[in-house]
């Protein structure tokens, strides 16, 4: 399994970066329900958001109103697009199953600018 985050980077306040997960290998990613996390300097990885494998989506407190995760099953690729950054957003953001699988891919960083 490989799970390939990207689109993250430099952004300003109030940007809206959207951020994708390509997954390859022996993952039938339709049957799972997929989830962005992220891990701020000096915290612990979290999850933000979750979609099921019915399309049913699910948003951590701090990102909801903002935030919004997708799938293409067929692409086999995670989207989660990113509205109105603040900068307690900045952070490393990593795709995973929920629950997550003990492997984790690179992630992407978004660093909103001051």
């Known amino acids: 399994v490989q799970l390939v985050e990207a689109g993250g980077g430099l952004e300003p306040p109030w940007g809206f970066p959207r951020l994708l997960c390509s997954a390859s290998g022996r993952i039938i990613l339709s049957i799972y329900a997929m989830g962005w996390y992220r891990q701020s300097p000096g915290k612990q990885r979290e999850l933000v958001a979750l979609i099921t494998s019915g399309g049913r989506t699910n948003y951590a407190d701090p990102v909801k109103g903002r935030f919004t995760i997708s799938r293409d099953n067929a692409k086999r690729t995670v989207y989660l697009q990113i509205n109105s950054l603040k900068p307690e957003d900045t952070a490393v953001y990593y795709c995973?199953?929920?629950?997550?699988?003990?492997?984790w891919g690179k992630g992407t960083l978004v660093t909103v600018s001051a």
């Open positions: 995973n199953k929920d629950p997550p699988l003990d492997y």
